[in-house]
């Protein structure tokens, strides 16, 4: 796959996110922001009742970090796109989080536009509404623009996260290539295409800015309203066509929606994905999450039909924690996690007050733990098993400090920690080799990793061909080429 | 048309901005409101729309009940009347025909109407040559002129400017009230002009009235309140408007040398018709006093001349004398101001 390859629907993703979250969340900011402006003590239609309840839900949702907004209104993503998963649905949470922002500046643009102004419109007898619409909007029009520009801008980095949905875009491939496969190529080249994403709106943000700015002489163009009118029109057709096509041609009855995690797992899948075409006829399509919830909430909800990224402790666990009515159909790979060093080579070795890096994810972080525990470094209280967390040490002879950090960060962590646990699937693509480590999972270790499916799909002979294709020889070959050592087919050893 | 009761504005800190005023303009009048800043004329001006709410007493434009009004009504009511501001208050984002038509898009006026009357009215203010331009691209006055015809766009019954002149030159605010003057006699529109300047009022307005710490001190016609002055603040903005008093250069010559024989020094006042009276050839040839005259200046308020003189009577002393008590007898207000010492 080349790079302009994935940089090229990354892209189009970016855009398309970005473009129809910005044009919403300003639909919606704007008249919001207004409504903050004109309802405030000696405001044009003053009700501090509705301007503090307003003040305090804007605060709100500002507040709350955008990955956490995004899983909290599932529900309500579910109700406005039909599903919790892929670019459109990134949307809402997108337009969510940026419609107070845009609400607030708005607001502040207002506060610049001189009182007399809404006096004049007042002695003339204007309506609350015509003020707000006749008056204060188009005077505070270029700063509201330039705020706008502000926020399209952060739209584009919080676009970013839109990977935990499995809504793609450029941030989304600079984190799964650049940052989880370590691949620096992928990496620049999605920054390079951010920056210069970045500038042009900044460059048509100032320009409209200007456009619409009197107090600025000489303006030989007169900004024509119909032709912006056309603009905003023609992009929406461009950007929703495609979507609209999309959704008319998915799902005929060999398809398979697969989620995996983004990383080298996907690469994995995408050859499973091949031996299923080939074999099978399934058409399976796959959706790269970026995040350890979501594929399940996604399965469960049916927004895909089946995942390939936990282990049965994992699964299990979430199973009781959320009730969800899914269940693994077949093993795959286990990716023994390892303890690495740069800085000793034995655990012997190892100082007191020492640094361990772990991963800070639940089932990660618990197995490394059990794997420190296995090392003799910790005790953990009897029975967590699984769902250790680091409150449940309850020995800790050499006051070692756990630092929790994301998964894909620890290869990258180890000159500045004595020793990281580190899974395979993220060590093989840092170069690191299981053989190097200082300790390693034994290969009996509970952690293979399965295809999980809906409960009442357990016997669906499509997804059980998928099994088939994951179990094939193909997918052992490329898992061998991807993870070396690192991977074993937990299948062949029951 | 405009007539305020007892009208009082007191803010929620307890300061009283308005205290018992009581004011009647007549229909196509020019009233002004004069006083130093913090007197309370803003207030009482944005009273007048109601832009502030009065605490208590009564207010009655064209007949209507100001203070009854329901909100739709009121803005009903604030159509029929035009404001302008010291700051202009136009709309940065619209040309200068924009800005006119404003007020009659706000009542959904139809479009070929909005042409006609923005048109006429920029004929009326002078301005036909920029309708397309942007606020920020004109001067002071041409603002003001946009201004001006956008309060008038409603076909107002009263105009109400608050400061209108304050932040113009001399020269823009004398084109600015000819303007105004100009309006009032075409459209008999009754005007109520907010200003510090007595000048504004010295130049376009039939009546005045002079506040001072919210309170009312003085009303009447100009022409009475220029002749006979009540209050001291207005007998000091009097004096200001009519430039009686001596100029400085005057007031050394009188003090310097006061040991040596000097005639007499007297300062004359006239007014109106006494005004018209050849008083100085009167004094050569009835008195034999021979006039040198140190300062003398002539304003025309009304149409009615207000003229002060200081002369240097030379003459014999009982002529001098003689010679005042003619002037005395004349209606002219006559002041010695440096006594005969010979």
Known sequence: ?494 | MIKLKQLKKTYPNGTHALDNINLTVAKGNICGVIGKSGAGKSTLIRCVNLLEQPSEGSLHVDGVDMLSLAKNDLREARRHMGMIFQHFNLLSSRTVYENIALPLELIHEKKEQIENKVSALLELVGLSDKRNTYPSQLSGGQKQRVAIARALANDPKVLLCDEATSALDPETTQSILTLLKDINKKLNLTILIITHEIDVVKQICDQVVILEAGKLIEEGSVFDVFSQPKSELAKSFIRTALHLDLAPEVETTLHADENKQQPPVLRIEFIGEAASEPIISQLVSKYNVHCNILQANIEIVQEQTFGVMVLEAQGEPDNVKSSIDYLKQQDIRVEVVRHDNR
């Open chain 1, 1 to 494: 796959m080349t790079i302009v390859n994935l940089l090229l629907p990354a892209l189009w993703q970016t855009l398309y996110m970005v473009f129809i979250a910005s044009l919403i969340s300003a639909v919606i900011g704007i008249p919001l922001g207004l409504l903050l402006f004109t309802t405030r003590k000696q405001g044009i239609i003053e009700n501090l009742w509705i301007n503090r309840t307003l003040g305090i839900v804007v605060n709100a949702v500002r507040s709350i970090p955008f990955i956490i907004l995004l899983v909290a209104i599932i529900p309500l993503t579910r109700f406005i796109i039909g599903t919790t998963i892929g670019t459109a649905a990134a949307i809402v949470p997108l337009t969510l989080g940026a419609i107070p922002f845009i609400a607030r500046i708005v607001e502040n643009a207002l506060v610049e536009v001189p009182y007399g102004l809404t006096e004049a419109g007042l002695s003339m007898g204007a309506k609350p509404r015509q003020i707000m619409w006749k008056i204060l909007f188009p005077e505070a029009l270029p700063s509201i623009i330039n705020g706008l520009t502000v926020t399209i801008v952060a739209i584009v980095s919080f676009s970013a996260m839109a990977g935990a949905v499995g809504g793609g875009g450029l941030g989304d491939l600079g984190i799964r290539y650049g940052y989880q496969r370590f691949d620096v190529g992928v990496m620049l080249a999605t920054v390079a295409v951010l920056i210069v994403l970045v500038q042009i709106i900044q460059m048509i943000g100032d320009y409209f800015a200007k456009l619409c700015n009197k107090n600025i002489t000489s303006h030989k163009s007169k900004w024509n309203k119909w032709w912006t009118l056309f603009g905003v029109l023609g992009l929406c057709v461009i950007f929703i066509t495609p979507n609209i096509v999309e959704d008319v041609e998915s799902h005929t009855q060999n398809d398979i929606t697969l989620g995996c995690i983004a990383g080298p797992e996907t690469q994995l899948m995408q050859t499973v994905a091949k031996v299923a075409k080939q074999r099978y006829g399934l058409n399976v399509k796959l959706v790269e999450f970026s995040d350890y919830t979501m594929p399940n909430t996604a399965l469960n909800d049916g927004d895909i039909d089946a995942n390939y990224f936990q282990h049965i402790p994992y699964l299990d666990a979430q199973i009781k924690a959320r009730d969800y009515k899914i269940a693994a159909i077949g093993k795959g790979f286990i990716y023994p996690m390892g303890l690495y060093s740069k800085k000793i080579t034995s655990l012997q070795q190892l100082p007191d007050n020492a640094k361990i890096g772990i991963p800070n994810d639940p089932s990660n972080e618990a197995r490394a733990l059990l794997l420190l525990q296995k090392a003799k470094l910790i005790t953990l209280r009897k029975g967590v098993g699984v769902n250790a967390t680091p409150h449940d040490i309850i020995s800790n002879p050499k006051h070692l400090q756990l630092i929790e950090l994301d998964a894909a960060q620890l290869p990258r962590s180890l000159s500045d920690v004595e020793m990281a646990a580190i899974t395979n699937t993220y060590a093989t693509s840092a170069g690191l080799k299981l053989k190097d480590a200082i300790l390693a999972e034994s290969t009996d270790s509970p952690y293979a990793n399965v295809l999980a499916v809906q409960t009442k799909n357990k016997n669906n002979p499509k997804l059980k061909e998928l099994v088939k294709a994951l179990q094939s020889n193909a997918s052992i070959k490329e898992a061998q080429q991807l993870f070396g050592d690192g991977a074993v087919a937990a299948w062949k050893k029951q």
